[in-house]
């Protein structure tokens, strides 16, 4: 994805998360949608694994502390209204499924909603983890942001996980390039809630592993 | 906006419906909230309720008051008999009344639990007491601990001291109590507050109940 | 016990209290310790379960705050430098072990350190436990504070208890108007670590159920 | 009259012993209590630690240098892989340490169980993972969890803002993050902090470290 494909798809995220609603956006890509929350009006909260709960923007060059950081280490500037807490409540709000929405990138989404995106499997790796199976568990909806082929052009939406899991049944959405997607826990398809209108169905099904139900579009 | 606000409340306490599990802060008189308790004995719809709540309330006040107009099928605390619990104690003897009694740290813990998305935890607390008849057991690393299951709540009642719009609470010295985890463990958290404050007038470092917890609150 | 024996008594608990400690006084009698605390120099920090660790008095007429009580509801004033938290937070301090000393009421004390003090097991009583489960368990020692026989004249401390348990292996030490006594856990016997002048040898062996052992004294 | 302050750096981190589960605080570079970890580089009985951590350590600061003064047999922790985490990757490639995995979540509260008196609790968090593989499971109420154990810690070196005397700690922002809880699961917790003040002057309800969980503390 080039970098206006990805804002596109920010955007599109960023427009189905209603006001009110406490989002947790992981590293990578998925922070890429706090660019097109808190326009306008809608508030939407945001949480850091790290133990923030609020509203914050990038922190502006001179405002930067080494003691105010998001998940993935970058400074931010909190917005009125937030609160701090420890790891332990942290991870209790996501573990207890108080999140509305978490937003991850994926390597492989099964159709049934099993998720990979911690480890390729690759032996030589250097395992870590981090907060990627609390978040995936954790939220009452998680979507997943991702590229809707990997590099290879192979299908990333696939009828069984190749990768090892980081959680099991856990993704609701798939947001992709290509367009919105359902996943179904009981068959072996996904559900097309939006499609791309530079990309033709037939290149969707083409480049999908698991059968798309375009019928609620 | 999010504006977590409200003033009417006999909407905010239409929450509670036949049945529910409804967990009310409060040890003894500090940190109970009375408002929401009177409000809900005007609901017709509260009726059949299960309380969670460490005491059965004295006199015919608050929780005993509840008690008395006949709302509450059963009642989870760690220490109903107080002084003055004669309400509760006449209706447990007439066995209209059910009564499950709980450690008060085990009480705390559930509730955690619940909100915590913890399914079970082994506790050493009762381990060897009729409290903890017919439950799981184990010993590990040589100590006996008894497992213990989360309180699920539909609806909390609360009282904070100080609220932003966001819902983010501070409380008042011991009344602070269960409050805390009883927002956690709760489908719907209501809270009564005394103070109202614009956004970013709570240290973010000071909110003890963060808004997430909240779902709407009234100033007393 | 007369008013001049439980303040004696609650004297003598107290002098065996290092400074630096964490104690916990449970409700009734053991309050009276607090008394002996913190006179001079020592300073021994407090802990409530409902949610305070820290130092503090009875509230003087006037500075009474119903929002501000300790574990008997009673209001207090703090003394600097305390700390506030909930339930939650409280009772996983006492659980985890972190109190130095509990100072507890008991109906019956069996030898092996077994404690009974929350239901008399009277079919008509209405139950009632509390944090005296929580506090049984919850500190690096447990000291009993009662009369060494019952309103009857019957031991409390005895071979095996005939009241409801709130805690096993609990009691460490066992503070009556006799004496001061160690529990033992694999004998059938205590220790007398202190013996009250005012009593004799023959009364505390007649008043005892179980062997009491004066090597140590 | 109680002061756990302390001026000694080096007498403070000889309390740390060969073979001892180590807890250190930080989240990356936020709250890491860099003064106490380059103290104990140099103490000489600190060697063969496990040490409980979130991160691995970047280029050769911190935890990083622990690593390298081959002070270290175990780390267990959630995200060994950062930018310039060149010393853990070196050493783990070379089989000179071990790597216990353990998902972020799960360190907190098996960290939080350890200072509760909690045996073991049953968490959703890496069901039907590889990091639960052999670990005993059970469906509770239709969910399925893994039960997870204690984290027990010997000593936890930890970074704060603001101490009085009783060790009562606040934090600043989120470098709070591993603090409270790795002091509740130490038996020693050593914190190195910005600044004291006298007793009272830290608001009560804002004390985030009670003073029972700190048994010394040192002004960096």
């Not at chain 1, 807490?85 to 709000?93: E, I, L, R, T, V």
């Not at chain 1, 009452?140 to 009828?159: E, L």
């Not at chain 2, 977590?4 to 509670?16: F, G, I, N």
């Amino acid at each position: 994805m080039n970098t206006e494909d990805r804002s596109m798809l920010a955007a599109r995220i960023a427009g189905d998360i209603p006001e009110g609603a406490y989002v947790n956006l992981g590293i990578g890509m998925p922070t890429l949608v706090a660019n097109h929350l808190g326009e306008g009006d809608k508030e939407v909260i945001l949480h850091t694994e790290n133990g923030v709960l609020g509203r914050w923007i990038d922190a502006p060059e001179g405002e930067q502390d080494p003691d105010l950081v998001n998940a993935g280490k970058v400074p931010i500037k909190l917005l009125p209204g937030a609160a701090i807490f420890h790891h332990a409540d942290s991870f209790a709000m996501m573990r207890g499924g108080h999140l509305d929405i978490c937003v991850l990138g994926a390597f492989q989404v099964a159709c049934n909603g099993d998720l990979a995106n911690w480890h390729t499997g690759d032996p030589d790796a250097i395992p870590a983890v981090g907060g990627a199976m609390d978040l995936a568990i954790g939220a009452k909806q998680t979507f997943v942001m991702m590229d809707h082929v990997d590099r290879d052009g192979r299908p990333k939406i696939v009828p069984q996980l190749t990768y090892p899991p980081t959680g099991l049944g856990c993704v609701t959405r798939i947001y992709t390039n290509y367009g919105t997607f359902e996943t179904c826990s009981d068959g072996n398809k996904v559900r097309a809630l939006f499609v791309n209108p530079a990309v033709s169905r037939e290149e969707i099904v083409r480049s999908t592993a698991v059968e798309v139900d375009f019928s609620g579009i | 906006m999010i504006d977590k606000q409200t003033s009417d409340l006999l909407e905010v306490v239409s929450r509670v419906n036949e049945g529910d599990t409804v967990a009310i802060g409060g040890f003894g008189g500090a940190g109970s909230p009375n408002m929401l308790i009177d409000a809900l004995i005007k609901n017709k719809n509260a009726k059949n309720l299960v309380i969670v709540t460490n005491n059965a309330g004295q006199k015919e006040e608050g929780i005993a008051a509840l008690l008395k107009a006949g709302k509450v099928r059963k009642i989870i605390c760690s220490f109903p008999r107080m002084k003055d619990s004669w309400v509760f104690e006449d209706l447990y003897r007439k066995g209209e009344i059910e009564l499950e009694l709980v450690p008060q740290g085990n009480m705390a813990e559930r509730l955690r639990a619940s909100g915590a998305g913890i399914g079970a935890f082994f506790t050493p607390t009762g381990y060897g007491t009729a409290l903890a008849e017919g439950k799981e057991t184990r010993e590990i690393d040589g100590v006996n601990y008894v497992l213990e299951y989360p309180i699920r709540v539909d609806v909390a009642l609360i009282k904070a001291a100080v609220a932003d719009r966001y819902g983010n609470l501070t409380y008042k010295k011991t009344a602070r109590n269960f409050g805390p985890v009883m927002a956690m463990a709760a489908k719907t958290t209501i809270a009564e507050v005394s103070e109202v404050v614009e956004a970013g007038q709570l240290d973010p470092e000071c909110v003890v109940t963060p808004g997430i917890y909240v779902n709407v609150f009234i100033k007393v």
